[in-house]
Every structure is written in C-alpha cells, then in structure tokens.
C-alpha cells in the first residue's frame, strides 16, 4: 500500500462521521502551525507546508478542487514565508518576527485582491463545474486563504483576521464535504486565531526597530 494511499484511508468513525488519516494529520500539523505562528516562530512555515502537502490528498478524495488549489498556494506561500521570516525582514527586540497592523492602502490591496481573486476563481469554478461542487465557497476558501498567509508572510495583524474570515466558511463547507476532522479543526482554529489577534495587536504597540534588509 502506498502512502498516499494509506493516508486517503479511514482512520476511526465518530458519530457517524468517517475520519480520514489524510484530513486528521494534516489538520493536526495545520494547528501546530498556527499555534507557532502566535508565537512568531519561523517553525509555523515548514509546519503549514507539512500540512499543506498531506491535505492535498485529503481534499482530492473529496473532490474540492478549491480546495486542492489552496493546499498547492499554502506550499508555495509557505516556501516564501519561511523565506521572508528566516532573512529576519522585522526584528523585534526578543530576536522574533515583530508584527505591526497594516496601512490603509496594504488593507486597501489585501481587500481589493481578494474581491477580484474570489470573483475570477469562482467564475472559473462556474465555468466548469467538475472542479468544485461549491464553486464560489471554495473560490472564497481559496483566495482567502492566499490573502492570509501573504498578510502573516509581512507580519501583518490583519492575517488572523482573514483567517477567521476563511473559517466562517470553511467549517460548514467542510463537514457538508465529508471532511468531518477539518470542520472540528477549524472550531479549534477560532479559539486560536482570537487568542493569537489579541497577542499580535498587543506586540505590535511595541515600538519597532528598522527595517532589515528588505523594505516593506
């Protein structure tokens, strides 16, 4: 048996919800992830692209096509947030990644990209509907999630935000999948997201040292 194939196997049945060892391991480590990244470890991007590779698997046996798609941008953003975060673009004085809230026009880009991201993915999703069974919930979940770990890539508050934004949808979307484990995770990644909002917005009324390296 091959490992991709183990892990799109059944690993337990709980109250009549079939649990995949794909949707557990990969939610389990997605958790960790945003665990370090409240700590503004640099440990939070190889964690996100662990599970980001397993989840794949996971949304392809359910036929999510957005949400294969998001795993694909979680790898790739990962790779570049582990990038930014490892060359030190903010320090703050304990040696960590210093976080700040954005300004007007990045808010105004985040918010703006998102809109013409949702609108263009869930019109591709429209156009053919054999990639995705929910096309413009998936094509929400997509982008969403791209426009949060760019913002958590620059160190921006707003991420966690985005974050319970995509959770809103993504909760209902994946039980209604058959991803019962994802939609018991992301009600434990909105306890996390509000306690990391408050932790973040409380850093970022530090004072911030100069920028390294790289301008914002």
């Known amino acids: ?28 480590i997605g958790l ?29 046996s359910a036929h999510l096509s957005g949400g294969v ?13 582990w990038h930014q975060w490892t060359r030190g673009r903010r320090q703050a004085q304990d040696g960590s990644i210093a976080v700040r809230f954005a300004t007007w026009r ?14 263009a993915v869930g019109g591709l999703f429209t156009a053919f509907p054999s990639l995705s069974w929910s096309p413009w919930a998936d094509a929400y979940i997509f982008v969403g999630t791209l426009v949060a770990m760019v913002a958590q890539a620059r160190g921006l ?11 809103l949808v993504g909760v209902p ?26 932790d973040w917005w409380q850093r970022s009324r530090e004072p911030r040292p100069a920028l390294e390296g790289v301008a914002a």
């Open 1 to 28: 048996m091959s490992a991709l194939h183990w892990l799109n196997t059944e690993a337990f049945t709980a109250f009549g919800q079939h649990i995949m060892w794909s949707d557990m391991l990969g939610n389990t």
């Open 32 to 60: 960790i992830a945003l665990a370090l990244g409240w700590r503004r470890s640099v440990l939070t991007w190889p964690a996100q692209l662990l599970s980001g590779v397993i989840l794949v698997g996971a949304y392809a």
């Open 69 to 81: 798609g998001k795993q694909l941008l979680v790898i790739g953003v990962a790779v570049w947030g």
């Open 106 to 119: 990045e808010r105004a880009w985040l918010l703006g990209g998102a809109v013409a991201g949702t609108l």
């Open 157 to 167: 508050v707003e991420f966690w935000f985005a974050w319970l934004l995509v959770d």
């Open 173 to 198: 979307l994946a039980f209604s999948s058959g991803l019962a484990f994802s939609g018991l995770v992301y009600v434990i990644y909105f306890a996390l997201v509000v306690w990391g909002a408050y």
